[in-house]
Nanobody, 121 residues
Framework: QVQLVESGGGLVQPGGSLRLSCAAS????????MGWYRQAPGKERGLVAS???????NYADSVKGRFTISRDNAKNTVYLQMNSLKPEDTAVYYC???????????????WGQGTQVTVSS
């Protein structure tokens, strides 16, 4: 199996910054796409940003120009740098990885446990 462990969430004032990290571990052969999703109370979980193994990125319109996703393939780790945070960015942020286990031939989706980000004065 694959374990995804997120860190870096917390409380920040509007206009502030946070950096989320997510490290994948387990019997991993390869990780294709990694991404960050978020879910606010009463809303569905939605994509924030994603990045391929080749570092091609995709962002939700609401975070373009403020958030930056990056990854370290050697460490199986993905990061989300969040700047100019707004109250509407408040949500639980989940890490996602499309991973291939050793002795497997199929990529599967894995999720972290989530980390709370609260933007408030």
């Amino acid at each position: 199996q694959v374990q995804l462990v997120e860190s870096g969430g917390g409380l920040v004032q509007p206009g502030g910054s946070l950096r989320l990290s997510c490290a994948a571990s387990g019997s991993i052969s390869s990780i294709n796409r990694m991404g960050w999703y978020r879910q606010a109370p009463g809303k569905e979980r939605g994509l924030v940003a994603s990045i391929t193994r080749g570092h091609n990125t995709n962002y939700a319109d609401s975070v373009k120009g403020r958030f930056t996703i990056s990854r370290d393939n050697a460490k199986n780790t993905v990061y989300l740098q969040m700047n100019s945070l707004k109250p509407e960015d408040t949500a639980v942020y989940y890490c996602n990885a499309d991973a291939l286990l050793r002795a497997s031939f199929v990529y599967k989706d894995y999720w972290g446990q989530g980390t709370q980000v609260t933007v408030s004065s």
